[in-house]
């Protein structure tokens, strides 16, 4: 057997465990939002409505863009703490090009989603190859990443210019591009994982590596391949987020690996593994997305309530995946 033979756990377990077992976490992801809009639109009678939605989608696209290539590191049983340093490098890095050495925007943007395919593949290789545990390595390039920002500038660079001004009046007539380009992500996202041998080999190296190993998938370079899109969906967020802001940040991002990943697990993805889907991811950011604008709504309630709703449902949804793991053992 080869790789190309093989199916990710997502489908192949799933015919030989009860189907509900595999689809609760998801299905309790997607159970929760609604709860959340029905109970948010009978409080507050404009909260159901197409521009909450496009706001929604538009507020978080650089938490979800972010999201989705963390969702294939932890599908591998990896982690990646940098991706919210990389959104800070590839911001400062657009706004200093383009505004103080005169790039034009096509040519800032390439480098900074270059700068991050190379800079997760870099610590792809080093976690590959050397073995050293991805906690680690993604924590010295979080600080790399980070540092390298602030001495391009720590101040914020605000960014004008014909193309960025073009993408503003585009989302004003039609579509906001930042919630554009998370939908793409997300699409692209999902082909991935589900319809490519890049993506069963992710599923396989999370079930179980040596087993992967085995059945002939390319660990190593797979991994590299994994930090290296994770790399590319940091970078492109930090594009998002100078197309929300208008301006480049070298603190952008500032914690932001902790929500990414917080949303790729409410989403139904445990943090061993081999099992979950990017769709789930999409879900758990409209969680985290809800939560905000509920916030605001109210008016009276401090932003760190968030927080605190995050960190009950992860905490109860770390505790549901226990559950279903254990579930899924006793009937094999």
């Known amino acids: ?16 465990t009860p189907l509900s077992a595999r689809h609760i976490p998801v299905v309790a992801t997607t159970a929760v939002w609604l709860f959340l809009v029905a109970a948010a639109s009978i409080r507050y009678p404009g909260f159901l409505s197409w521009q909450v939605l496009l706001n929604l989608l538009r507020d978080n696209a650089f938490l979800g863009v972010s999201a989705v290539g963390m969702t294939f590191v932890i599908l591998s049983g990896g982690i990646d703490l940098s991706v919210g340093a ?6 400062i890095l657009i706004g200093s090009l383009m505004t103080r050495h005169g790039w034009p925007a096509a040519g800032a943007v390439s480098l900074a989603l270059v700068i991050g395919v190379v800079f997760g593949a870099a610590m792809g290789i080093v976690i590959a190859f050397i073995e050293l545990p ?10 790399l990443a980070r540092g390298l920002a602030q001495v391009i500038s720590l101040e914020t660079i605000s960014i004008n210019g014909t193309f960025y001004s073009a993408l503003d009046d585009f989302g004003d007539r039609f579509f906001p591009v930042t919630a554009l380009l998370f939908l793409v992500t997300l699409v692209a996202g999902i082909h991935i994982a589900h319809q490519t041998r890049f993506g069963r080999a992710v599923y396989a190296i999370g079930g179980n590596e040596h087993s992967a190993v085995l059945i002939g998938v390319p660990v190593r370079w797979t991994k590299v391949k994994i930090y290296a899109l994770s790399g ?11 197309l929300y802001t208008s301006s480049g940040n070298a603190n952008a991002g500032s914690m932001l690996e902790l929500d990414a990943i917080a949303a790729v697990v409410i989403g139904g993805t445990p943090l061993t593994g081999g099992v979950g889907y990017v769709l789930g991811t999409l879900m758990g950011v409209l969680i985290l997305g809800t939560i905000q604008t509920i916030i605001t709504f109210e008016g009276t309630l401090s932003s760190w309530w968030t927080k605190i709703a995050i960190g009950v449902l992860l905490l109860a949804f770390i505790l549901l995946q226990r559950f279903v793991q254990r579930r899924v053992e006793r009937r094999r």
């Not at 057997?1 to 030989?16: F, G, I, K």
């Not at 590319?232 to 100078?242: I, K, N, Q």
Request: glycine share 6%; charged share 10%.
């Open 1 to 16: 057997m080869t790789v190309l033979d093989y199916q990710p756990l997502s489908r192949a377990r799933s015919w030989r």
């Open 134 to 143: 991805p906690f680690l390595v993604t924590l010295a390039g979080m600080f």
């Open 232 to 242: 590319l969906c940091s970078a492109l967020a930090g594009v998002v987020y100078t």
């Open 86 to 91: 990389m959104i800070g490098l590839a911001s």
